[in-house]
């Protein structure tokens, strides 16, 4: 016994046949480019608008007695900006046993390196527990 219908027959019998796909006329085309590029426009500006740059490198750690860290590191940042850093103490289990942030504020030009760009710190960190490790886990500038 055999059948008529194939699956695409079965199918148009129950949706109905398939319209045929118009192609986008040139107006409607200039409207998605003119909409795509206004998206990519505030995108750019979005991103070159926000805070200044600011970046953060671990320098050093040491213990300092029972219950105290010692974390060395350096902020690269806009000498006149403020910023805020987030260091950290890591146990060996990777779990966080002691947390501070630090508050560098601005810069003169004879600070550090780079212009007074780039200034190195050392905070002590209180931990609850022995740590392995530590370094700064984020920094962001301090809007006024």
């Known amino acids: ?11 148009a019998n129950r949706y109905g046949t398939p319209k045929p796909k118009k192609p986008l006329s040139r107006a409607r085309m200039l409207v998605i480019a003119v909409i795509l590029a206004a998206v990519a426009a505030v995108a750019a500006v979005a991103l070159t608008t926000g805070s200044p740059d600011v970046s953060a490198k671990d320098v050093g750690f040491s213990l300092a007695s029972d219950g105290r860290a010692s974390v060395d590191f350096e902020v690269s940042k806009d000498r006149a900006a403020t910023a805020q850093c987030a260091v950290q ?31 190195a710190h050392r905070t002590d960190v209180r931990t609850d527990s022995p740590g392995v490790t530590g370094g700064v886990n984020a920094c962001w500038i301090v809007e006024e």
């Open 89 to 119: 103490v890591l146990s060996e289990n990777y779990a966080v046993v002691g947390w501070k942030v630090v508050t560098i504020g601005p810069n003169s030009a004879e600070d550090g390196a780079n212009s007074g760009g780039t200034t």
């Open 1 to 11: 016994m055999s059948s008529s219908y194939t699956p695409t027959s079965r199918v």
